[in-house]
Every structure is written in C-alpha cells, then in structure tokens.
C-alpha cells in the first residue's frame, strides 16, 4: 500500500539552527500538506501546496518557515531560524487530485526538538 | 469558519463495552467529516468519513459514526471495544473555503482496561 514517508524521525536542534524536515509524497499525489502537533495538543495546519505554489498557509507559517518540493518527489519544510516553540511533531499529508471528499495520507511525523 | 469540539479529553471503557467518542462540528455549507485515529507514535491514520447520504457510516476497524444535522454532532462508535483500541482520537472538517484543509479537533484519548 503506497504511503507517506518522513524523515527524520527525530531531530534535536539549538535554538537559532535552520532545521530542514523531508517528506516523500504518494507519488500520484498533488495536493500536499504540512501540520504539527505540539506535544499533547491538537493537530493545526501549517501550510498546503499546490502546483508548485503555496496554496494556503496559516498564521504560524511566518517567514521563518518555507516549503519546497525540488525534484518531483520529494516535498520539504524548512524552519530557517529554530525557536523552542518549534519542538513539534511536523506531519505531511497528500492527497491526489480532483475533487476533495476523500481522506489525506499522513506520514508517521518528524519530531523535532529544539534545546 | 468551520470548527469541531472534542469536549471529551479521555474516554475510559473496559473491554467488550460499547464506546462513544464525541464530536460537535460548525461549518458553513454542507459538512464534511472525518475521523482519524493516533497510535503511539505513529501518524494519523483515516477511519471514516461522512461526505452525502446514510447517517451512519462504517469505518475501518469496525468503527462507525453517526451524523445528526439537528445536533450538529458526528460521534464515533464500536459496539465491542478492543485493548488496541486505546489510541488518540481526532475529529476533523474540511475546510472548503480554502485549500480544503482539515481542521481537527483536540482529540480524545480512548482508553480500553481489559
């Protein structure tokens, strides 16, 4: 069954270190999502893209992040400058085309922990 | 804008019980709703979905909500619950004013005591 990949499962990093989290789509997937969830609150979006543009992004999403799918497959979310208020699991999600009534495709998460 | 309320922050049943988990909803337009499932750390995974038609929609893992417009409520069910039931539970609303985001609610830890 075609899945959702992420890596790394787990990032440590100081405060003020750019951190780059990667995501491998469903490869017939073209709409693609970032989330994260706070440790033991719910799950907010961040940002979706969409042919190579940013559809959508939330108020967390400031300048300080920035997405980029740079080779077809792959589909990244940097965080130029790390706060503590990063430390997150950071979840991608596809979804294919057409119509939207049908599910997104999470990875298994990247938990990044800034010190 | 669209919302969903989880006020449930743990559910506690013993195995074999019938579970409920609630989900209350506000949206704009027809309602489109999802529930997704957390195991240890894992990634969300989809379980159901309520788009058009029966009240009652079937899942995976034998899970079913039932929808009521009157209530505006979208509760997840099992007749029987499992050990390994025991997860995080989200409710989530497509968002169809923008990119058709979901919006989750704050989950519900599902807690199944043999």
């Known amino acids: 069954e075609p899945e959702v990949t992420q890596t790394p499962s787990h990032q440590v990093t100081q405060m003020g270190q750019e951190v780059i989290l990667r995501c491998v789509p469903i490869?017939?997937?073209?709409?693609f999502y970032w989330y994260r969830q706070i440790l033991g609150q719910k799950v907010e979006f961040l940002v979706s893209f969409y042919n190579n543009e940013i559809s959508e992004k939330s108020e967390i999403f400031d300048d300080q992040f920035s997405v980029e799918r740079p080779d077809g497959s792959n589909f990244t979310l940097k965080i130029r400058s790390t706060k503590l208020e990063d430390s997150a699991m950071y979840f991608c999600?596809?979804?294919?085309?057409?119509?939207?009534?049908?599910?997104?495709?999470f990875g298994e998460g990247s938990r990044l922990t800034v010190l | 804008a669209q919302s969903v309320a989880q006020p449930e922050d743990q559910v506690n049943v013993a195995e074999g019980n019938p579970l409920t988990v609630k989900c209350t909803y506000s949206v704009s337009g027809n309602p489109y709703l999802f529930w997704y499932v957390q195991y240890p750390n894992r990634g969300l995974q989809f379980l159901l979905k309520y788009i058009t038609g029966d009240n009652l929609v079937k899942g995976s893992y034998g899970f079913e909500a039932e929808f009521n417009k009157s209530q505006t409520s979208f509760h997840l069910k099992k007749p029987s619950a499992l050990v390994s039931d025991s997860a995080l539970y989200f409710c989530?609303?497509?968002?169809?004013?923008?990119?058709?985001?979901?919006?989750f609610g704050s989950g519900t830890r599902l807690l199944v005591r043999p």
């Open positions: 490869s017939n997937h073209l709409y």
């Open positions: 999600a596809s979804r294919g085309s057409g119509r939207f009534t049908g599910e997104l495709f």
């Open positions: 989530a609303v497509r968002d169809a004013d923008s990119s058709y985001k979901l919006i």
